[in-house]
């Protein structure tokens, strides 16, 4: 009797030590996907905000609506819209030949950018979550030419009339990249006006969007709203919200954890990314329902563009 009373009060006793050391994992679980969810959101965004540093012209809402069709398509089995588009200087480091010198100047050159809210919309072998994500997209101009030395340049297919810089390991390195065209600030009109009246070139598109981060909140019921800061007399600030909504009205449309407020005239862009460390946890159902904004981190920046246009 005694050893049954023994026994019963061992496997009760390993009952509970399992049970709790379980419990220990599922927390350590559940702080480990909100401490990494939170710095992979963070990362992106000041990703993000670095490229906003070189901004020379920021779409709003309305900008955005009127190049749209001249972005890349969507591919079926994904859900993608363009949240914040900007034109911003590059650097492209040691190309244009120096007279007298074995030494190469940096040129600087246009290019567009695209950070898009992304969903998959078909059950796939995907390498990333069923939450949202997002995105960049890039294209660029060429270098042109500083130099009459034939043996320098190399003509670019579809861009006739400019001479561009022979590339150092292939002739059309520098070429631009197929589909971009210049805007035209010759153009008449405002400078919006020109920026929206955009239109890309008539080669196909090579580049394709690359993931910036993932596990992106995609929830659409009982969500936060999209709200931008109060307008400001000092410094003048109007800003301009865009969100996924303005542009589709399918379920990334209704998402708001992707959003930017815009003052077009100051170049300058507000940012706000949710992530979603709840996805990251298996059985997530065993989560404390009274700390869930916990498991949905925000952050936010506010950055000015210092590009400037050239001649």
Same mark, same amino acid.
């Given at each position: 009797?005694?050893?049954?009373?023994?026994?019963?009060?061992?496997?009760?006793?390993?009952?509970l030590l399992l049970r709790l050391l379980i419990n220990v994992?599922e927390i350590n679980q559940q702080e480990q996907a909100k401490?990494?969810?939170?710095?992979?959101?963070?990362?992106?965004?000041?990703?993000?905000?670095?490229?906003?540093?070189?901004?020379?012209?920021?779409?709003?809402?309305?900008?955005?609506?009127?190049?749209?069709?001249?972005?890349?398509?969507?591919?079926?089995?994904?859900?993608?819209?363009?949240?914040?588009?900007?034109? !911003?200087?590059?650097?492209?480091?040691?190309?244009?030949?120096?007279?007298?010198?074995?030494?190469?100047?940096?040129?600087?050159?246009?290019?567009?950018?695209?950070?898009?809210?992304? !969903?998959?919309?078909?059950?796939?072998?995907?390498?990333?979550?069923?939450?949202?994500?997002?995105?960049?997209?890039?294209?660029?101009d060429g270098v042109l030419a500083n130099t009459r030395d034939?043996?320098?340049?190399?003509?670019?297919?579809?861009?006739?009339?400019?001479?561009?810089?022979?590339?150092?390991?292939?002739?059309?390195?520098?070429?631009?990249?197929?589909?971009?065209?210049?805007?035209?600030?010759?153009?008449?009109?405002?400078?919006?006006?020109?920026?929206?009246?955009?239109?890309?070139?008539?080669?196909?598109?090579?580049?394709?969007?690359?993931?910036?981060?993932?596990?992106?909140?995609?929830?659409?019921?009982?969500?936060?709203?999209?709200?931008?800061?109060?307008?400001?007399?000092?410094?003048?600030?109007?800003?301009? !919200?865009?969100?996924?909504?303005?542009?589709?009205?399918?379920?990334?449309?209704?998402?708001?954890?992707?959003?930017?407020?815009?003052?077009?005239?100051?170049?300058?862009?507000?940012?706000?990314?949710?992530?979603?460390?709840?996805? !990251?946890?298996?059985?997530?159902?065993?989560?404390?329902?009274?700390?869930?904004?916990?498991?949905?981190?925000?952050?936010?920046?506010?950055?000015?563009?210092?590009?400037?246009?050239?001649?």
């Amino acid at each position: 009797m005694q050893l049954l009373v023994g026994l019963t009060i061992g496997v009760i006793s390993i009952t509970l030590l399992l049970r709790l050391l379980i419990n220990v994992m599922e927390i350590n679980q559940q702080e480990q996907a909100k401490i990494t969810t939170g710095v992979e959101i963070q990362t992106a965004l000041d990703y993000i905000a670095n490229d906003l540093k070189q901004a020379i012209y920021i779409y709003d809402a309305q900008g955005i609506n009127a190049i749209r069709s001249q972005l890349p398509s969507t591919p079926t089995g994904i859900d993608r819209v363009p949240v914040l588009v900007f034109w !911003r200087q590059e650097t492209i480091e040691n190309v244009l030949p120096v007279p007298g010198s074995l030494i190469k100047d940096d040129a600087f050159v246009y290019s567009l950018v695209v950070y898009y809210l992304i !969903r998959d919309t078909t059950a796939s072998v995907s390498e990333w979550s069923k939450s949202a994500r997002i995105a960049r997209w890039k294209i660029r101009d060429g270098v042109l030419a500083n130099t009459r030395d034939f043996d320098q340049i190399v003509l670019c297919n579809g861009y006739t009339g400019r001479d561009y810089i022979k590339g150092n390991f292939s002739s059309l390195e520098f070429c631009p990249e197929p589909g971009f065209a210049a805007f035209n600030l010759n153009n008449s009109g405002s400078l919006e006006q020109i920026m929206n009246s955009w239109r890309k070139h008539s080669a196909r598109y090579t580049n394709d969007p690359i993931v910036l981060v993932d596990y992106i909140d995609s929830r659409i019921n009982n969500i936060p709203p999209a709200v931008c800061p109060p307008n400001s007399t000092n410094p003048k600030i109007t800003w301009s !919200r865009v969100t996924s909504s303005i542009f589709s009205h399918t379920t990334t449309g209704r998402m708001t954890s992707f959003y930017a407020c815009v003052d077009r005239l100051n170049v300058t862009a507000q940012v706000f990314i949710r992530g979603d460390a709840l996805a !990251r946890i298996p059985n997530n159902l065993n989560t404390n329902s009274n700390q869930l904004s916990h498991y949905f981190p925000t952050v936010s920046t506010q950055v000015q563009g210092k590009g400037f246009f050239y001649k």
